[in-house]
């Protein structure tokens, strides 16, 4: 106890170190121990995950997609800790053993402005940053960088097969998918039936083929090689076989690709294909 | 015990229910019969071929033109159109196959015009009545025979597609005194088999009823538009 200006008398709060010393201590310190040891935790995992199961990074999308995973992983880790080490808190600090007959109710909460109004300006915070990176990031599929002409390709899509026309090359069509490194590609995207997906795993594009819509999405193949296009909306009977390759070739090789299918090579391309 | 009792016999429904779908599901049709390839050959001139053989399909506008489609082993329906005498085909690895496809039915406009010609098969060419060809008339198209060339690690590429001209209505309803179709298009092409590998093929014109773009039907059951071709 102290004594305030009045005379009257004060309780006066324990040491810290007899307070963490207290049972109501030690489970504080318990809880921030999960908190911690979770972020960390889960923060290990945000980092290792992305890029131990996901495909391998083969355009400036895919890159995106996994810097996203990241960041999110990263902000989503403290958080999701501090649910886990509230609700550990919980279970553990209003435990009733079997002897113990429970309250008929809880003791009232008292309002604290300051854990209310830190907790909506962190929330919100939080939100609109990740709000705004994932609208940049997603603005970056429809958004082509200034420079290299794009190649635009149209992606038609019927069961169970994907053609690709290459308009601005001579209007050549293919039913595998050919690409040249380091430059912009716009996919312009239909269907003739059903509704399909278009799904380059390795490159992190995934759009919807509509019938009678053009959905347009691009991307920069950023890695020589062979990979993965698929459907991935159910389309019917043989929706698991429609599927074909993509193949990531230097720009010398692109032009002699399309030359061998009858097309011309846009040798309007500034930056583009000639220059591998 | 009244709650042991419940526990069990809800066990005992459910093993019974498990095993009656399995029962059902394990009596139901899988595969249509096999048609292996014909071997002609066990030499060839062609680089890389060590045989050759031949098959012959046909394509109908109704499927009660298919035997085993009448017979006690043909389930489902006998009127939708369909490849025939099966779509479940064996060819041999490192092979020349020539096939030959009797074309019966008629037909209309390809959605697209890119299957109107012919990928795949040597010289990238086929023959019509005679007539060698490497595309046909997008505007009457009966049907495709499509090889699906999908990515794997353990099997060859193979991606073939014909494009199927079709007959008039005309001659599409032509037949003899048995009922037998008299007035097919003759298509016949050639392509190479590489090592052993199992492939899905369908008919890429939509041609089953008109219930979702044509894809209903015949087009989206098993064994009418659709098969598998088997190298081995």
């Given at each position: 106890?102290?004594?305030?200006?009045?005379?009257?008398e004060?309780?006066?709060?324990?040491?810290?170190r007899?307070?963490?010393?207290?049972?109501?201590?030690k489970?504080?310190v318990g809880?921030?121990?999960?908190?911690?040891?979770?972020?960390?935790?889960?923060?290990?995992?945000?980092?290792?995950?992305?890029?131990?199961?996901?495909?391998?990074?083969a355009?400036?999308?895919?890159?995106?997609v996994?810097s996203?995973?990241l960041?999110?992983?990263?902000?989503?880790?403290?958080?999701?800790?501090?649910v886990?080490?509230?609700?550990?808190?919980?279970?553990?600090?209003?435990?009733?053993?079997?002897?113990d007959?429970?309250?008929?109710?809880?003791?009232?909460?008292?309002?604290?402005n300051?854990?209310?109004?830190?907790?909506?300006?962190?929330?919100?915070?939080?939100?609109?940053f990740?709000?705004?990176w994932?609208?940049?990031?997603?603005t970056?599929?429809?958004?082509?960088?200034?420079?290299?002409?794009?190649?635009?390709?149209?992606?038609?899509?019927?069961?169970?097969?994907?053609?690709?026309?290459?308009?601005?090359?001579?209007?050549?069509?293919s039913?595998?998918?050919?690409?040249?490194k380091?430059?912009?590609?716009?996919f312009?995207?239909?269907?003739?039936?059903?509704?399909?997906?278009f799904?380059?795993?390795?490159?992190?594009?995934?759009?919807?083929?509509?019938?009678?819509?053009?959905?347009t999405?691009?991307?920069?193949?950023?890695?020589?090689?062979?990979?993965?296009?698929?459907c991935?909306?159910?389309?019917?009977?043989?929706h698991?076989?429609?599927?074909?390759?993509?193949?990531?070739?230097?720009g010398?090789?692109?032009?002699?690709?399309v030359?061998?299918?009858?097309?011309?090579?846009?040798?309007?391309?500034?930056?583009?294909?000639?220059n591998? | 015990?009244?709650t042991?009792?419940?526990?069990?016999?809800?066990?005992?429904?459910?093993a019974?229910?498990?095993?009656?779908?399995?029962?059902?599901?394990?009596s139901?049709?899988?595969?249509?019969?096999?048609?292996?390839?014909?071997?002609t050959a066990?030499?060839?001139?062609?680089?890389?071929?060590?045989?050759?053989?031949?098959?012959?399909?046909?394509?109908?506008?109704?499927?009660s033109q298919?035997?085993?489609?009448r017979?006690?082993?043909?389930?489902?329906?006998?009127?939708?159109?369909?490849?025939?005498?099966t779509?479940?085909?064996?060819?041999?690895?490192h092979?020349?196959?020539?096939?030959?496809?009797?074309?019966?039915?008629?037909g209309?406009?390809?959605?697209?015009?890119?299957?109107?010609?012919?990928?795949?098969?040597?010289g990238?060419?086929?023959?019509?009545d005679?007539?060698?060809?490497?595309?046909?008339?997008?505007?009457s198209?009966?049907?495709?025979?499509?090889?699906?060339?999908?990515?794997?690690?353990?099997?060859?590429?193979?991606?073939?597609?014909?494009?199927?001209?079709a007959?008039?209505?005309d001659?599409a309803?032509?037949?003899?005194a048995?009922?037998?179709?008299?007035?097919?298009?003759?298509?016949?092409?050639?392509?190479?088999?590489?090592?052993?590998?199992?492939?899905?093929?369908?008919?890429?014109f939509?041609?089953?009823?008109?219930?979702?773009a044509?894809?209903g039907?015949?087009?989206?059951?098993?064994?009418?538009?659709?098969g598998?071709?088997?190298?081995?």
């Amino acid at each position: 106890m102290s004594v305030d200006t009045e005379g009257s008398e004060v309780p006066t709060r324990p040491p810290v170190r007899e307070r963490l010393a207290s049972p109501a201590g030690k489970l504080v310190v318990g809880v921030g121990v999960v908190v911690v040891v979770m972020s960390a935790l889960l923060l290990a995992f945000g980092i290792w995950w992305p890029n131990a199961s996901l495909p391998t990074t083969a355009s400036d999308t895919e890159d995106a997609v996994k810097s996203t995973i990241l960041v999110f992983s990263i902000a989503a880790a403290p958080v999701m800790a501090l649910v886990w080490g509230i609700g550990y808190y919980s279970l553990r600090h209003w435990r009733h053993g079997s002897g113990d007959e429970p309250p008929e109710d809880g003791p009232p909460l008292r309002g604290s402005n300051r854990i209310a109004v830190g907790w909506v300006v962190v929330s919100s915070v939080l939100t609109a940053f990740l709000l705004v990176w994932g609208l940049s990031e997603l603005t970056s599929t429809t958004t082509l960088a200034a420079g290299a002409k794009p190649l635009v390709v149209n992606v038609t899509g019927q069961q169970w097969l994907w053609t690709f026309s290459y308009p601005e090359d001579g209007g050549f069509s293919s039913p595998d998918l050919t690409l040249p490194k380091d430059r912009p590609v716009v996919f312009q995207v239909s269907s003739l039936d059903v509704i399909h997906s278009f799904w380059l795993p390795e490159m992190g594009i995934k759009v919807d083929a509509n019938p009678s819509v053009t959905t347009t999405v691009s991307t920069t193949p950023t890695l020589l090689g062979t990979f993965q296009v698929r459907c991935a909306e159910l389309c019917g009977l043989n929706h698991s076989y429609m599927e074909t390759t993509v193949k990531v070739l230097d720009g010398p090789a692109f032009d002699a690709w399309v030359t061998a299918h009858g097309g011309k090579p846009d040798v309007t391309a500034a930056g583009g294909t000639s220059n591998g | 015990m009244n709650t042991l009792v419940g526990a069990v016999g809800t066990v005992a429904v459910g093993a019974v229910v498990v095993g009656a779908a399995a029962l059902v599901l394990h009596s139901a049709p899988t595969e249509p019969p096999l048609l292996t390839a014909t071997v002609t050959a066990n030499s060839s001139s062609t680089p890389g071929v060590t045989s050759e053989a031949s098959l012959e399909l046909a394509t109908y506008g109704d499927s009660s033109q298919i035997t085993w489609r009448r017979t006690n082993g043909g389930q489902g329906p006998h009127d939708w159109v369909s490849y025939g005498p099966t779509t479940n085909l064996q060819v041999p690895s490192h092979s020349l196959v020539t096939v030959t496809i009797q074309q019966y039915d008629s037909g209309e406009p390809i959605p697209n015009t890119f299957l109107a010609t012919v990928q795949g098969t040597v010289g990238g060419t086929m023959t019509v009545d005679g007539k060698t060809v490497s595309q046909v008339d997008s505007e009457s198209i009966g049907h495709t025979f499509t090889v699906h060339n999908y990515p794997s690690s353990t099997q060859d590429p193979l991606y073939i597609n014909v494009p199927l001209p079709a007959v008039s209505d005309d001659e599409a309803e032509a037949a003899d005194a048995a009922g037998r179709l008299t007035k097919p298009h003759v298509i016949t092409f050639q392509f190479v088999t590489g090592s052993a590998g199992t492939y899905a093929w369908n008919c890429e014109f939509p041609c089953g009823d008109g219930t979702y773009a044509k894809f209903g039907d015949a087009m989206s059951s098993y064994g009418y538009m659709s098969g598998t071709l088997h190298v081995v």
